[in-house]
């Protein structure tokens, strides 16, 4: 029953939103609703015993093998609570940081929260399909309606590129779902106990891996995210970077690891040597970019590089990292582009120009940007560190020399990470008219803080929830015939 | 137990309270309170430490703290080890630490900042007792981190200067350069032990056979995160920038504790090391090469923070060096003796810059051993100290190391003993130019406070008898030192000196001989007359290419940065706006193209599309026939 | 009924295959030449009892009367086609005074 809730409290709450329309109150309603989520979510991760759950299981369609199933395992669960603990922030950004019409974005952003929850709980292919599409929705109107410059061609350009993908993921899981034994059934553990042909398995992983791709993004189908996150208002980004692009990377656990796992395996190579040159390429350019988010944006792109990289390298080391580091950027993400937005609104502009010296004018907001610089460039004892140096170790157990480009990532991140903040915070001051951080921001950013430097000393919170289904998972494929 | 335990968390726990008291109090708190509570707090720890090191067993104790990452197979605990390595960085960390902390009680205090400073100075101690105290690689990487972090700081502090955050930024990076070796190592030990204990990673790795691959992988990664630290060719760059920041940070950060940590580190793996004969090599020729070239540079430097910090390299590669023949333990006890002078120095360098209001040029200075009396003869001991004149600590030391030296290998020998004569010149220039002559400056010198020079004396003292600690036996002593920390639990490998009492004679004999003859030379050159240096373009190329630090900067600045930058430039102007996003916007372009071609065919004509639909029946009519 | 069958299987089934060749192509050809609306439309029914016949025929020669059903549908439809075919004419020929399909070509594009 709780799985439910937790899609209907955002999905209600946004219903009530529209109709009542109560613009003096509709951030409070909203807060309140992720705060009743993100409850939940706890009251879920509390009696958590370690065995994967299943909440509702109600037929729909039999024919096409769809079924009504909610339930999450310990990855799952992982993926809640990353939702369920930033989305208040991301409502929280609102109240500094306004867009438009409150009824309307809080309701939006409320929507795909509701769809984001559904993602993760779906436990039947074509209800995750669903649920993956829906997401999309509310993030198109609040693109189109309070994004930047040039709105109209970015979201539409978005939205038919990640569209694409999801057709081929669509026609990928009605394939695999007629091969299921009658009567079909698209539930995650019957795919998972398909031994689908190897040639198959070939093809099989690129139309889904692509829908994944262009989710996160990895390079080469990335064109469409430095773009719309510089675009997109900023409670729009932090959705897209901070959750949305992690449905990519749990797409992956729970399609191409569980339904095409020797496909998988074939093509880890490829996949990551795209990744880590993803990866690398986009921490480059993210030296240079003359925008501060745009910046952010690469460096996001350049930490779901590793990621991806990480987690094809098929040990407990690389998938427990990224499953683990995908919390952690979230709350990077959210952070950095709160602080983006925040000193962009008091300057006017996104533009490294227009910033510099603010440390003299806001010095307890400089000392708040560099504890996020400290976890954006993954010093121990932040919540990056574990994840990284999980990952590393992915990569080392893989290939000697993967493990090598990978490293190379605390280099560059360092050079970008620490330019930026001298570009903005350092050096003489400029005059410019800025205020210091105010208790809103610091009632902001210092929870977010907090999680990031206890989560980076006691991980094991988070790596207790993915120990066993990593255990699992790379059990279920080594007794492969 | 309990009590060691306890005892063993309060020593970094003290500076990390320091921290957090200044921290949120740095609004409300004088600087003189700010001051004493960050150093109360690095004394409270010292004194902590120094109870632990007097009641130590000669045993190795594990304070296990809590799990901290465990995944699968992989568990490392936060625990700390203490044993004879760890306890003696412990006193030296926490000891010249308090002195230091003193000192910029007096040095710090007019700056507005001064509690964040002290935040900050006290967050360094609490990473560099991590570093020290971690019984597994990866809580070291903790502090080793977190120093890197603090020194980027410090070296920034005064923020508003674009040359001093370029400075932070570069120590920063180079420092991360290294860690790529160090995390690569890491994961490459943990591969292959399947943990990181120290305890445990020594006992595998000691039974492997000698040369084996991964153990000089290994030590080489792990030797490229120490020259990363600890400024060794080629990573050395960002030290002598790192001065920007303010001088008591110089002194406990970048010349008597953070850039001894790989010193430490080796130490600390002293056992792979062993078995690595290759990397022992390597360490000890990139230990000399360093020694000379930071020796070479600090000879025309007009900055006086800039010749310590040559100096520093250099004498830092005097430690590689010993480190490399496997003389660890007076590579250690080098370490503690330049901790000594060499804080002494640049504390003296700072109380006659404050002297000076500002003035770090030595053109700009002289005659100031009337006016500053206490610095002066402070800085003379420490002097004396680092030309290695006997019986000075540094004598001792340097010694030593020159000893194994010549028994590994006479060519390194006689270039650290040139480099040595090098340090002399260069040395005794900067304390002619300072001290002696007249004033050539427009300030008006005074002596600095109590406060500054007390930690002076006490750093004095100790650079004179500090040699007292490992006196050789030569010279009737028992090498304490040496022997305290063998007992260390990964056991620091000893080599007895094999050389003769006549050749130990000797070789003392040589180096101090020629070294009071550069001296003799340097105040023939700079007391009798004062010969100053001009700029670097009007010298003559050799001594123009050594006074621009062999053009090192300029060297990686076309190697590294500027190709950077190019490659990041245009990655993102061809990559992405001329390739990637064109792509995309291509797809859509391509699609409305061929919609706008196709639309054409809709033209109106309803026999014309009676007509279509009669050739697509027929052209289906004949497919049927012939596909069956 | 039987005689009816009897009847026309009478003639063999080659000329009802050549004759509703002949009349469908005399449709196709008059359809797809013609420009006078009432015109296509005969030529349209043309078209569709060429199949009408062919349907009855087959039905008789394979006893089936199952294509006869068949034939009893499609008089149906081409008489609601027709319908609504025969009332665009008048609306045309009111609106545009013409009878010339290629008239009306504006829907395109």
């Known amino acids: 029953m709780e799985v439910l809730a937790l899609i209907l409290i955002p999905f209600l709450a946004g219903l009530l939103l529209l109709i009542a329309r109560p613009a003096a109150m509709a951030r409070g309603i909203a807060l309140v609703s992720t705060l009743l989520s993100l409850a939940v979510v706890f009251w879920l991760w509390y009696t958590w015993t370690g065995v994967a759950v299943t909440g509702i299981s109600h037929d729909w369609v039999p024919a096409w093998g769809m079924r009504f199933v909610l339930g999450y395992g310990g990855i799952g669960l992982l993926m809640l609570i990353l939702t369920g603990v930033l989305f208040p922030f991301i409502i929280g950004t609102g109240y500094k940081q306004p867009v438009g019409d409150p009824v309307l974005v809080n309701a939006l952003l409320l929507f795909c929260q509701s769809a984001l929850f559904g993602v993760f709980l779906a436990q039947n292919a074509f209800l995750f399909y669903i649920f993956f599409e829906l997401t999309l929705l509310p993030i198109f109107f609040l693109l189109l309606k309070w994004g930047g410059e040039h709105k109209r061609a970015i979201t539409v350009r978005f939205f038919l590129y990640t569209l694409l993908g999801g057709l081929a993921l669509l026609f990928s899981i009605a394939y695999v779902t007629l091969q299921t034994p009658l009567p079909h059934s698209a539930d995650f553990s019957v795919l998972a106990a398909l031994h689908l042909p190897m040639h198959v398995q070939m ?139 925040a000193v962009s609104q008091r300057t006017g502009s996104n533009d490294f120009a227009s910033m510099g010296g603010l440390k003299t004018k806001m010095p307890r907001f400089a000392l708040l940007f560099m504890f996020v610089v400290g976890n954006a460039i993954a010093l121990p004892l932040t919540q990056s560190f574990p994840g990284e140096w999980l990952m590393y170790n992915g990569l080392w157990q893989w290939n000697n020399w993967t493990a090598f480009a990978g490293v190379l990532l605390i280099v560059l991140g360092a050079i970008y990470m620490l330019y930026a903040y001298q570009r903005v915070m350092l050096g003489p001051d400029r005059n410019i008219a800025v205020t210091d951080a105010d208790d809103e921001e610091h009632t902001f950013l210092v929870p977010l803080i907090l999680i990031f430097m206890l989560v980076g000393l006691f991980p094991n919170v988070i790596l207790h929830l993915v120990d066993g289904p990593v255990q699992h998972l790379l059990n279920s494929f080594t007794s492969l015939p | 137990m309990v009590k060691l335990d306890l005892l063993a968390i309060l020593v970094p726990a003290l500076p990390l309270l320091g921290v957090f008291i200044t921290g949120f109090g740095r609004r409300k708190l004088s600087a003189y309170a700010a001051g004493g509570i960050a150093t109360a707090m690095v004394a409270l720890s010292f004194i902590a430490s120094l109870i632990l090191f007097l009641g130590h067993d000669g045993q190795t104790h594990i304070v296990h703290l809590f799990s901290w990452i465990h995944v699968g197979a992989m568990d490392i605990p936060f625990a700390f080890q203490i044993d004879a390595l760890s306890l003696w960085m412990m006193l030296v960390v926490t000891g010249i630490g308090t002195l230091i902390h003193l000192y910029s009680i007096g040095y710090m205090h007019d700056d507005p900042r001064v509690a964040t400073f002290f935040a900050q100075l006290n967050l360094f101690s609490f990473s560099m007792l991590l570093l020290v105290m971690g019984a597994n690689f990866l809580v070291t990487f903790i502090g080793w981190e977190g120093v890197g972090m603090c020194s980027y700081l410090l070296i920034g502090f005064w923020y508003t200067t674009p040359a001093f955050n370029y400075a932070g930024r570069k120590a920063f990076v180079m420092n991360r350069i290294g860690d790529v070796g160090m995390l690569l190592a890491m994961a490459l030990m943990f591969y292959q032990f399947g943990t990181l204990n120290y305890v445990d990673v020594m006992q595998q790795g000691g039974l492997m056979a000698s040369g084996n691959p991964l153990i000089v992988t290994a030590t080489l990664l792990l030797f490229l995160g120490a020259t990363g630290k600890s400024a060794q060719l080629p990573l050395l760059t960002w030290l002598p920038d790192a001065m ?165 290998n006479p060519v390194a020998y006689a270039v650290l003993v040139f480099a040595a004569m090098l340090t002399a010149f ?203 | 009924m039987e005689h009816v069958m009897t009847a026309i299987r009478v003639v063999p089934l080659d000329s009802y295959l050549v004759l509703s060749f002949l009349l469908f192509s005399i449709g196709m050809v008059g359809a797809l030449v013609r420009r006078n609306v009432i015109i296509v439309i005969m030529c349209l029914e043309l078209m569709l009892n060429s199949v009408n016949l062919l349907l009855v025929a087959f039905s008789a020669y394979h006893s089936d009367p199952g294509a006869q059903i068949m034939v009893f549908f499609i008089m149906l439809v081409a008489a609601a086609e027709v319908t609504v075919g025969l009332s665009i004419l008048v609306l045309m020929k009111r609106n545009t005074d013409s009878v010339d399909m290629n008239i009306l070509n504006r829907l395109k594009w």
């Open chain 1, 203 to 341: 093809w099989l992983f690129w139309t889904m891996f692509l829908a994944f791709a262009i989710k996160m993004p990895i390079f080469p189908f990335h064109s469409w995210q430095p773009e719309t996150y510089t675009m997109a208002p900023t409670q729009g980004t932090m959705v897209l970077s901070a959750v949305m692009g992690k449905m990519g990377l749990y797409g992956i656990v729970v399609f191409l690891f569980a339904i095409v796992p020797e496909g998988a395996q074939y093509w880890s190579s490829w996949v990551i040597g795209l990744s880590l040159f993803g990866a690398l390429y986009a921490a480059v350019i993210a030296f240079r970019q003359n925008d501060f988010k745009r910046m952010v944006a690469y460096s996001s792109m350049s930490h779901f590089g590793l990621m991806c990289a990480a987690l094809f390298t098929w040990n407990a080391y690389g998938i427990s990292g990224t499953m683990y580091q995908t919390f952690a950027h979230g709350v990077l993400m959210v952070c950095l582009f709160y602080i983006v937005g």
């Open chain 2, 244 to 408: 920007a920041g303010p001088t008591p940070v110089s002194a406990l950060i970048h010349a008597a504790t953070m850039v001894t940590a790989g010193v430490f580190l080796v130490v600390r793996s002293s056992v792979l090391y062993e078995l690595a004969p290759y990397t022992q090599d390597i360490v000890l020729w990139v230990g000399v090469a360093t020694a000379l070239f930071g020796a070479t540079v600090g000879l025309f430097q007009n900055d006086i923070k800039k010749v310590l910090a040559y100096s520093t390299v250099s004498q830092l590669g005097y430690m590689f060096a010993a480190l490399g023949t496997g003389d660890y333990g007076n590579g250690m006890f080098h370490v503690t003796t330049h901790a000594f002078f060499k804080a002494l120095l640049f504390l003296a360098a700072g109380s006659v810059i404050h002297a000076l209001g500002g003035e770090q040029d030595i053109r700009k200075m002289g005659g100031l051993k009337g006016v500053t009396k206490t610095t002066y003869v402070t800085f003379l001991i420490a002097t004396l100290a680092i030309c290695g004149i006997p019986p000075l600590s540094g004598f001792f030391s340097k010694d030593g190391i020159l000893a194994s030296t010549f028994a590994a």
């Open chain 2, 426 to 628: 260069y040395m005794f220039r900067l304390l002619f130019l300072t001290f002696f002559g007249t004033y050539r400056g427009t300030a008006h010198p005074h002596e600095s406070p109590k406060v500054m020079t007390v930690p002076l004396v006490v750093l004095a003292i100790l650079s004179a008898i500090g040699g007292l600690l490992n006196i050789p036996h030569i010279f009737g002593g028992h090498s304490w030192l040496n022997t305290f920390l063998a007992s260390a639990a990964d056991g620091i490998g000893m080599h007895p000196l094999e050389l003769s009492a006549g050749t130990e004679w000797t070789l003392m004999a040589i180096s101090t001989a020629l070294v009071l003859l550069t001296i003799w030379y340097a105040w023939s050159l700079f007391c009798k007359k004062t010969t100053l240096d001009g700029e670097p373009a009007d010298m003559p190329f050799l001594k123009r290419l050594i006074a621009k630090r062999w053009m090192l900067d300029e060297l990686y600045a076309w190697l590294f940065e500027k190709p950077f930058g190019w490659i990041s430039k245009h990655f993102f102007s061809i990559g992405e706006e001329k390739i990637a996003v064109p792509l995309t916007a291509g797809t859509g372009k391509a699609t409305l193209g061929f919609g706008e071609w196709l639309r054409k065919v809709q033209t109106g004509n309803s026999s014309f599309y009676l007509f279509a639909m009669m050739v697509g029946v027929v052209v289906l009519l004949i497919l049927t026939y012939f596909s069956a």
